[in-house]
């Protein structure tokens, strides 16, 4: 057979094969890129244990908060108990430098004082025209600023304190409140303690965590979890479950983890608390919250006479979830699902149900940076669901959980980890993928 040569039109025939074929790969591309995932979900949170809006639900039919609180953890029973004498709170962790004032909390206040824990000399007084700034010192310890000047001892140091001796801050005792500028919050209880400690991550070689040490009672005034204006045994079933959460974590984990040297963090890796901040968004509802925790002083809840891990989320979602299904880990008998209708609140719950949408490509580029699985080719969820109809982890039998078939891997995942994955409020879903 004779060769057709090489010719201009030839190539060109050539060039405009190799072009509509780009163009129809291009083209299913695109169609891909036009697909919209759909996820349907309920609920807010993890799904174990209380359900801040079926508080409120049964709140609002009439249920104490011994009800409520006896209706999520199963088996369980509130109890009055002695209550530590203090509760540390961790504000600030990894801190090269903070700075602070002070401010009238009543008429006449507004001083603060610096010293070190176990010396009854004042190394340092604030007015609220003081600005303070505290620098950890490479030696340990810390370098005190007043005002852009740096304080200066009796002996003429120019350092204060060590690793055994924290800086201690009273401001209560004056009739004032001490305001951490990193925050933007003011803190009206208690005293503070600023903790030195060897590290990498501050430049000095030493960081410094900052702690607010104030009685139970003081520590829940602050709490930010729920509004104040809600139902009374809502507000009270949120402080017991909360005061229950701190009692328990400092009886297994004492009051100085490491590095916030606290029992609790201020934050959502505990409970969110909020300093004066809760009594100014409070409003008119503020005596509502104080007498709330007020009149259920020292009452947590017990399991076998035991404090239980109150853990509690916004929402169930109508049904809350047994907690191996949620973090895996053995049955826990006090946190096991239950049915929750009150959660939906007479309607005011605004993730007692939600949908989500975003573009294939979203979602595809979403789960290749969590688990590295590029070009999508199939997202499945695996049976069996929670009792809740939560996606479980993934079991033992290889059962559970969510299967993610990419061109890179094939990865198992849990329902929580898929959560976070893709920024959805609960492991709670259904995942709908449109045709191409």
Known sequence: MTAVPNTPTRRL???AVMVAGLLALATVAHAADDREVTIKGRGFGHGLGMSQYGAYGRAMKGRSSTEILEHYYTGAQVQEVAMPSYVRVGLLQGQSSISLSSLAATAGGGAATFRLKGSTSTIAEATPEDVIRIEAAPSGGFTIFKNGIKVTGSGGQTVFGDDSHPLVIKYQKFGSMLSVHAKGRNYAYGKMELVSYPSTGCVTGRCMSLV???PMQKYLYGLGEVPSSWPAAALESQIVAARTYAYSKISRLGQFRYPCSCALYDSAIDQVYLGDAKRIGSGSYWERWTTAVDATSARIVTYAG???????SSSSGGYTENNENVWGGSPVPYLRGVKDRADYAGGLNPNFRWLVTM??????SKLNSAYGTGRLKDFSLIEP???SGRVTVVMSDAT???RIAGANRTVRA???SIKSALG??????RVTISAP
């Open 359 to 364: 573009p294939f490509s979203t979602f595809e």
């Open 424 to 429: 959805l409020k609960d492991s709670w879903f």
């Open 400 to 402: 559970g959980g969510v």
């Open 414 to 416: 849990s329902g929580s």
């Open 385 to 387: 669901f929670g009792v």
């Open 13 to 15: 025939v050539a060039l």
């Open 212 to 214: 607010v040490v104030l």
């Open 306 to 312: 035991a404090p239980i891990q109150a853990f509690y």
